[in-house]
């Protein structure tokens, strides 16, 4: 992708039975690509049905959100297993997605680790490489999301998988690009005019400011601003009209 061109992304399907998470139906209107859990950290067979529906209506790219089964933890929480069982789960979740993809007549574009399983194998070489190989074994024409310039990301593309480079629109950076803690109180970008300046520098520059206020440099294939936040579709509204102010095109990944 160059620097003209970028794909937006958001975590969705995250509701499960009578809890409503995030402000999926609108958000989807302001994207090129959906995470969709798989129903380990959050959503079930309904909410999936739904969201993959919606999706498809709205042309957006589709993709399995794997994570731990951790439903009181949403995903967030350490969970320590070996490779095979690692290699299952990852399996298995893109099953459920690819399931309802295909009752309706569309394909499944991409793989997006969630949470703690996400951040462990953006630092964990085996991890990585674990879910990079069970991704390819189901399909070696999707699309790998990870976090920009980590472990997953240079498996992903050791195995041979199309990768996509994410950055986050809402979240800030250690000075060795991996994601501030949740544990942290300046975890988070609240402000979306700051989220927008900051993605806009990413995606132009190659850029970002680390906490303690030098830059990294980083590669931005693929913005994500988390469904789960308040704010989430107040900053896809205004990563969209900032991006195409900038003279920045929003498209879906592979096209």
Not at 17 to 43: E, F, R
Not at 77 to 94: C, K
Not at 206 to 222: P, Y
Request: proline share 3%; aromatic share 6%.
């Amino acid at each position: 992708m160059g620097e003209n061109f970028v794909d937006l992304n958001s975590d969705l399907g995250e509701s499960y039975g009578p809890y409503k998470i995030g402000q999926d139906d609108l958000v989807m209107k302001y994207i090129t690509s959906a995470n969709i859990a798989c129903g380990y950290h959050a959503g079930d067979h309904n909410v999936i049905y739904q969201t993959v529906k919606k999706a498809v209506e709205n042309r957006v790219g589709l993709g399995a959100h794997p994570g731990f089964p951790d439903l009181h933890g949403f995903g967030r929480r350490p969970i320590h297993v070996d490779a095979n069982e690692l290699y299952n789960l990852i399996v298995y979740q893109i099953g459920a997605i690819q399931a309802f993809s295909k009752i309706n007549d569309h394909t499944l574009q991409h793989v997006k680790p969630h949470g703690a399983l996400y951040n462990m194998a953006s630092k964990n070489e085996e991890m990585a490489h674990v879910i990079a190989q069970a991704v390819y074994d189901i399909d070696p024409k999707l699309i790998l999301f990870g976090l920009a310039g980590s472990e997953l990301v240079k498996m992903g593309k050791k195995v041979g998988l199309k990768v996509a480079e994410e950055v986050f629109a809402d979240r800030t950076y250690q000075p060795d690009g991996t994601l501030t803690s949740r544990k942290q109180t300046n975890a988070m970008i609240t402000d979306s005019d700051e989220a927008v300046h900051r993605v806009i520098r990413m995606v132009k520059d190659g850029k970002v400011e680390a906490v303690d206020g030098t830059d990294i440099r980083i590669t931005a294939d693929t913005i994500c601003v988390h469904g789960d936040s308040q704010k989430s579709l107040e900053f896809v509204i205004k990563l969209q009209e900032g991006l195409k102010n900038n003279g920045i095109i929003m498209k879906r990944v592979g096209m």
